[in-house]
């Protein structure tokens, strides 16, 4: 990797866009270059806790990139979506749903998918009620086509897990209080 770089913020840009076309050991590489440059570069932690949760399962060293990304780029959206993910991932509902209050605070970042993660935490946890509250909220706030099949897969597995007369309980029960 001899390509010159005018500064960090562009070779951020290129280790970005190296991930969008799959080259994401040359991606690891620079972004591991960038955090060694600039330990606080947030943005590059985020990227690098995405690439050791995803391709690597390396679930420590993303736990800590990801952490890192949040303490030095509060606002980057990013972030929480990835944290959030890798907690769902090692079964961590309490500490999801603590991080994904904190993210519905920063501009841009995605409600509906945190208000997916919501349901998808408190499905977790056996609270079926509230996992059918966070996925018709995160039904209501989406603006993505296709984002209603994935909610609607949410419901099916929520509905196997309940059984059909518990979920038209849960409906009923949903409906009248909302």
Avoid: C
Avoid at 92 to 120: C, H, S, T, W, Y
């Amino acid at each position: 990797m001899n390509t010159y770089y005018k500064n960090i913020e562009e070779k951020f840009l290129a280790a970005d866009e190296m991930i969008e076309v799959g080259d994401v050991k040359e991606a690891k590489e620079l972004l591991e270059s960038i955090v060694m440059e600039d330990p606080t570069y947030g943005r590059a932690h985020n990227h690098l806790g995405w690439i050791y949760t995803v391709h690597f399962s390396d679930y420590k060293r993303a736990e800590r990139h990801l952490k890192l990304a949040l303490k030095y780029a509060p606002d980057y959206p990013s972030g929480y979506k990835n944290y959030a993910r890798l907690l769902l991932d090692l079964n961590k509902p309490d500490d999801m749903l603590e991080l994904i209050n904190k993210a519905l605070l920063v501009p841009g970042v995605n409600k509906a998918l945190m208000f997916r993660f919501m349901g998808v935490a408190a499905e977790m946890k056996g609270d079926y009620k509230t996992a059918y509250k966070q996925f018709r909220r995160s039904h209501e706030t989406s603006f993505e086509e296709g984002w209603f099949d994935i909610i609607k897969e949410d419901f099916k597995r929520l509905r196997k897990k309940v059984g059909l007369a518990s979920w038209l309980v849960l409906w009923l029960f949903v409906k009248r209080n909302a």
